[in-house]
């Protein structure tokens, strides 16, 4: 075992990660620790924009960005936060381009901008290009452009150091982050980082569901490390389902395609977001778009031998016009699917896609204990974190914005921080946790295999927990992750070695995914309305004299040792905006 | 050598599903494989699967490792060809594992599948990245301008000038080009073809004002002149960038000065 000693650890390379990197080693001694190299994190994938009011094609504001980002996430953002995004976004935007992202051009020379979902002028009236991009690579460019700027500053990475565990230390009766532990994977090394200030930026959580347009390597580590030591977890049943993934696969055609101009249609060819958005159409917040989707898929209008699809069309466009600004996605088509879609429609169904909720946070990146208490030096930022930006459903090009304002502000407020603070000591035997999980692991004679429950996981959670759900499904999901869990204490492992063994840190993913498919579900299962991204059948309506709150999930061991989730709310921040009947 | 099967339940039931409609076919994975935790010499070792063949070679690579056999090692995680983790020298040719279909590699015949060439093996198809991002580091690759004020808006760039270098914007760093490349397999001290994507990416960028040093790296013995122009580079690149013509570009901004 090692010890390092730091005063800014930051946990993950992504967006958020490296942003907040950029700012923390310029303040503070600060090294990054993160499971994938830098450039492989999933920010990488993201494909269609970030959106800031430039108002470099037509009028725009930060005030209506910030109306739209509250609708968009059915009023369950807060408020204060939403303003925050929408007003530093044009900052943050400028940062990338002086930073170098190569941002496509307008003819006079500054950044383009194009048409997102749920992104409108005037509080609705018509969709509006506020989404700066480059090409469909918008999140490729922004991960090499913050890593280029982080091999300027210098910063320290740990390359392939799995985070497996929170240090925390009760300091006078408030509990105080003391530091994090981690393994090495190429020597299967145990590491503690003492730090003045954590921060995670460690991703989402995507791997618990079947068809999803996560990275496997998306398994909620960061989120699941903190709840297993007594932290909230908020409003995670809100998770948002993307209308065009490829059919089966789930890879993300990105909304800009219809951005562009692609159309939705089912069997008969109808272009049926017309009869669900008269104004948006197409470009209907996502949430609206799957459900419809499945809404004619159920209604015998959906595509294929199976009925089990819908097309997104982009023939009408013109080829150049594809080549030029949906490059990547149209090559997906072609790789995986055989397909060309200058002349064939793309099979596509909705794909799990974004955790709306998270390690709960205020708006300077501080973790919250309980719904006001912050835990000095514990920071966090982008999908891992819930600040709450999305609310109940993010708006396309929300989160790129996301981890780049919050990235940078995390980074700045942890190193503030740990330029006055002490360390905080260590408890004892930190590595405790960490060593017992893994030795039960590569030690286990039990009959179960990985592979197996996490199939099974990510089938309940597909049939059970995604874009329709009922009292009746949450419940078969509740069971089945309760059968599961058991099932993993008798999980074994084949590779016994030190050496890069994926195989253990797989086992310890699976732990991770199935915690928080156990806070997703009984987290869905007592919100009996439906708001954005989680849709009740029995519940269809929104609820806001009931449920206008945001869900905290603690974990709770009771004497026998039995670990139940405990249910707590917390109220949303309103400022300008009521809530009214959400249209498109 | 051990050929563990893997039936066809399984594989109905794997995570990434292939297409109802299209059969079956039964492959051979001939893995190169590699512990010196249980030996220090490398061996090759055969695995039979049922696999749709419009599935990823990642996906067989997946099959194995939940199914058959969790010691088999390699890296991945985007699994559509854009985190650049699993370049792996397949039949002989350096591709990613997840953006190559095994339809399209002759599936009848045994696929060979070993790490990518010039880098330490570590274990498996697991080889060393140091070096290679140690190359990368070495050409400056940042924006560097030298104006004193920073402008208050984005610095304006027009649509040809960003076109100028779109090609090579689009690396995802996998190493394919380098560790396909003779030059850099004699020498390892040779910077390499994606080092080079990387510093012609902010060369030919109207907004940087470096250009000079790095084009002076770049000239040194270990920088362009040893490009002998084979293309197994561009061959290999799986973002489609013309490597070659890159490095070409560049040599002729080291005799011209102009870029
Ligand atoms: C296909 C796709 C397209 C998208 N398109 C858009 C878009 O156009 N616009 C938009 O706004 N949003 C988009 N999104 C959403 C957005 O890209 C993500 O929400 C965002 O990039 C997340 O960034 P992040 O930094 O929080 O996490 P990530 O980029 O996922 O990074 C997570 C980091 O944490 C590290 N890590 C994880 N676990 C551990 C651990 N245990 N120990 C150490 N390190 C760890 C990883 O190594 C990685 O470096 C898209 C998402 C997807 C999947
Ligand atoms: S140039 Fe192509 S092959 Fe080389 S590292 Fe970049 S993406 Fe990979
Ligand atoms: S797994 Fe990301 S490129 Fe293949």
Known sequence: MKIHKYDTVIVGAGGAGMRAAIEATKRSRTAVLTKLYPTRSHTGAAQGGMAAALANVEEDNWEWHTFDTVKGGDYLVDQDAAEIL?????????????????????????????????????????????SCYAADRTGHMILQTLYQNCVKEGVEFFNEFYVLDQLITEVGGVKRSAGVVAYELATGEIHIFQAKAVIYASGGTGKFFKVTSNAHTLTGDGQAAVYRRGLPLEDMEFFQFHPTGIWRMGILLTEGARGEGGILRNKDGERFMEKYAPVMKDLASRDVVSRSIYTEIREGRGCGPEGDHVFLDLTHLPPEQLDAKLPDITEFARTYLGIEPYTDPIPIQPTAHYAMGGIPTNVQGEVLADNTTVVPGLYAAGEVACVSVHGANRLGTNSLLDINVFGKRAGIAAAEYSQTADFVELPENPESLVVEQIERLRSSTGNERVAELRRELQETMDANVMVFRTEQTIKTAVEKIAELRERYKNVAIQDKGKRFNTDLLEAVELGNLLDLAEVMAVSALARKESRGGHYREDYPNRDDVNFMRHTMAYREVGADGTETVRLDYKPVVQTRYQPMERKY | MATPVLDKADAAGSPEPGFADSPYITVTFRIRRFNPEVSAEATWEDFQLEIDPKERVLDGLHKIKWDLDGTLTFRRSCAHGICGSDAMRINGKNRLACKTLIKDISPEKPITIEAIKGLTVLKDLVVDMEPFFQAYRDVMPFLITKDTNEPTRERLQSAEDRERFDDTTKCILCAACTTSCPVFWNDGQYFGPAAIVNAHRFIFDSRDEAGEQRLEILNDRDGVWRCRTTFNCTDACPRGIEVTKAIAEVKRALITRRY
């Open chain 1, 86 to 130: 929408a007003k530093e976004a044009i900052d943050s935007v400028l940062d990338l381009e002086k930073m170098g992202l190569p941002f496509n051009r307008t003819p006079n020379g500054t950044i383009d901008q194009r048409r997102f979902g749920g992104h409108s002028r005037n509080h609705g009236e018509a969709p509006v290009r506020r």
